[in-house]
């Protein structure tokens, strides 16, 4: 094979050699990445693509296994592996999709980034991995270039080291409470500094207050009941025609419920990344979005659900795709002074392993505005009921739909000393 060939061809199947070489000198800042393949010339045309690639000034240091059973032994010695690589078909037809179950429920790990390839897309069909297996990445040898396996790296090393660091601030708070249980004073002092941190890390990661994309002006508040927030929001330009936006509502509060808001955001994130850089179209499509987000949160078992509403606005054709995921109450779309609600229902993400969840399209008015906000903001209606609290938003945005300001003032958030539940509100004005 020629080094500067850009595709990568993977040989026919061959005998894997005797003995395994024997890995590379272990440097303490490169990057652990293990290729599991039974096939010798996969080893040697990965390593060739991915020799000099260096990121965030760290080199990639190889690990090789002929087989899930050596995969790992590896893996037993080397826990801060960030990547494998990982071929489906080996010593048995299903070897490596076994080798991806052991890793995520006996070893444990969930942080390590697990790209599976295969030459025999037979075995095991894409959209059926994807979602009965927790892995990061699916990709064809024959359809598998040295650019896009340079991507998928970087990506998911980049991806591991988000998750890295997150666990590792997991762990170090959950130590400095219970070295703290004895002098419950200083304790809770020194917890609500921690939580005051993640406060500031969450805010960093939310979109600024007011973001103008083509025509449209975005706008968002976010009320947390405690110091963290369990409820979320975004919106970005995902290319010169699309724009994508979501709330979201975790159950609970505190820090657990906040780390899932950070899942969040990074998995999105990442679908919009890949869409620049790969063509993919995932992050186009909220049924497949959700359905994606629901399987991460099942296999990831925190205990955890959300609410979410996903939205992308298509610029050339003045129109909106969206799922609603157990959003509510429902998002409220004026135009011409008349306030009506979308209302379609879809069951939350990640408690179910079938859920509903359905997208629609819609065709947007000229000018309107569109108001989205979190279940908190009916905990602190005055009204009786949920109808009449469903009329008093629809009377606020036929007067106010162009203020968020406004909005908030006359709902009398910031007149409560302590907030039921956290409320969160996004305004999307053209």
Same mark, same amino acid.
């Given at each position: 094979?020629?080094?500067?060939?850009?595709?990568?061809?993977?040989?026919?199947?061959?005998?894997?050699?005797?003995?395994?070489?024997?890995?590379?000198?272990?440097?303490?800042?490169?990057?652990?990445?293990?290729?599991?393949?039974?096939?010798?010339?996969?080893?040697?045309?990965?390593?060739?693509?991915?020799?000099?690639?260096?990121?965030?000034?760290?080199?990639?240091?190889?690990?090789?296994?002929?087989?899930?059973?050596?995969?790992?032994?590896?893996?037993?010695?080397?826990?801060?592996?960030?990547?494998?690589?990982?071929?489906?078909?080996?010593?048995?037809?299903?070897?490596?999709?076994?080798?991806?179950?052991?890793?995520?429920?006996?070893?444990?790990?969930?942080?390590?980034?697990?790209?599976?390839?295969?030459?025999?897309?037979?075995?095991?069909?894409?959209?059926?991995?994807?979602?009965?297996?927790?892995?990061?990445?699916?990709?064809?040898?024959?359809?598998?270039?040295?650019?896009?396996?340079?991507?998928?790296?970087?990506?998911?090393? @980049?991806?591991?080291?988000?998750?890295?660091?997150?666990?590792?601030?997991?762990?170090?708070?959950?130590?400095?409470?219970?070295?703290?249980?004895?002098?419950?004073?200083?304790?809770?002092?020194?917890?609500?500094?921690?939580?005051?941190?993640?406060?500031?890390?969450?805010?960093? *990661?939310?979109?600024?207050?007011? $973001?103008?994309?083509?025509?449209?002006?975005?706008?968002?508040?976010?009320?947390?009941?405690?110091?963290?927030?369990?409820?979320?929001?975004?919106?970005?330009?995902?290319?010169?025609?699309?724009?994508?936006?979501? *709330?979201?509502?975790?159950?609970?509060?505190?820090?657990?419920?906040?780390?899932?808001?950070?899942?969040?955001? +990074?998995?999105?994130?990442?679908?919009?990344?890949?869409?620049?850089?790969?063509?993919?179209?995932?992050?186009?499509?909220?049924?497949?979005?959700?359905?994606?987000?629901?399987?991460?949160?099942?296999?990831?078992?925190?205990?955890?659900?959300?609410?979410?509403?996903?939205?992308?606005?298509?610029?050339?054709?003045?129109?909106?795709?969206?799922?609603?995921?157990?959003?509510?109450?429902?998002?409220?779309?004026?135009?011409?002074?008349?306030?009506?609600?979308?209302?379609?229902?879809?069951?939350?993400?990640?408690?179910?392993?079938?859920?509903?969840?359905?997208? $629609?399209?819609?065709?947007?008015?000229?000018?309107?505005?569109?108001?989205?906000?979190?279940?908190?903001?009916?905990? *602190?209606?005055?009204?009786?009921?949920?109808?009449?609290?469903?009329? @008093?938003?629809?009377?606020?945005?036929?007067? +106010?739909?162009?203020?968020?300001?406004?909005?908030?003032?006359?709902?009398?958030?910031?007149?409560?000393?302590?907030?039921?539940?956290?409320?969160?509100?996004?305004?999307?004005?053209?």
């Amino acid at each position: 094979m020629n080094p500067q060939d850009d595709e990568l061809i993977f040989a026919d199947e061959i005998s894997a050699p005797a003995e395994s070489p024997a890995p590379q000198e272990t440097h303490k800042e490169a990057w652990k990445v293990l290729v599991v393949d039974d096939e010798p010339q996969v080893h040697t045309v990965t390593k060739l693509v991915l020799r000099d690639l260096t990121f965030k000034g760290r080199k990639i240091e190889f690990y090789d296994a002929y087989s899930a059973a050596e995969a790992k032994k590896v893996l037993a010695e080397n826990p801060d592996v960030c990547l494998a690589l990982v071929d489906v078909v080996m010593e048995e037809d299903d070897a490596g999709l076994r080798l991806v179950e052991y890793i995520r429920d006996i070893m444990n790990n969930k942080a390590i980034r697990i790209i599976l390839r295969t030459g025999q897309p037979g075995y095991a069909p894409e959209k059926e991995v994807i979602i009965d297996y927790d892995i990061n990445d699916y990709k064809e040898k024959t359809e598998m270039s040295a650019q896009k396996l340079i991507t998928c790296v970087i990506t998911a090393i @980049r991806n591991y080291e988000y998750i890295d660091a997150l666990n590792k601030l997991t762990a170090e708070l959950e130590q400095k409470v219970a070295d703290r249980v004895a002098e419950l004073d200083e304790s809770n002092r020194k917890l609500l500094e921690d939580q005051e941190a993640g406060k500031k890390l969450q805010n960093k *990661i939310l979109p600024k207050p007011e $973001k103008e994309i083509g025509p449209y002006l975005f706008s968002s508040h976010l009320f947390p009941s405690l110091v963290l927030s369990g409820d979320f929001v975004d919106y970005f330009a995902i290319s010169s025609r699309y724009i994508g936006f979501y *709330i979201a509502d975790v159950s609970g509060h505190g820090m657990s419920s906040a780390i899932v808001t950070v899942l969040l955001k +990074n998995f999105i994130d990442n679908k919009v990344e890949k869409y620049a850089l790969l063509d993919d179209q995932t992050v186009l499509h909220p049924q497949e979005i959700c359905l994606r987000m629901n399987s991460i949160l099942l296999r990831e078992n925190l205990g955890k659900y959300l609410t979410i509403f996903y939205g992308i606005i298509d610029m050339e054709t003045n129109t909106l795709k969206y799922a609603n995921c157990g959003q509510f109450p429902y998002p409220v779309l004026v135009s011409d002074g008349k306030g009506d609600f979308l209302a379609d229902k879809g069951t939350p993400i990640g408690l179910f392993k079938t859920p509903v969840i359905q997208a $629609k399209e819609i065709n947007l008015p000229d000018h309107f505005s569109m108001f989205l906000t979190s279940d908190g903001l009916l905990d *602190i209606l005055e009204e009786s009921d949920l109808e009449a609290k469903s009329g @008093r938003i629809l009377s606020e945005l036929a007067e +106010n739909g162009d203020s968020l300001e406004k909005l908030i003032e006359n709902f009398k958030i910031r007149q409560h000393g302590s907030l039921p539940d956290d409320i969160t509100f996004m305004l999307i004005r053209k």
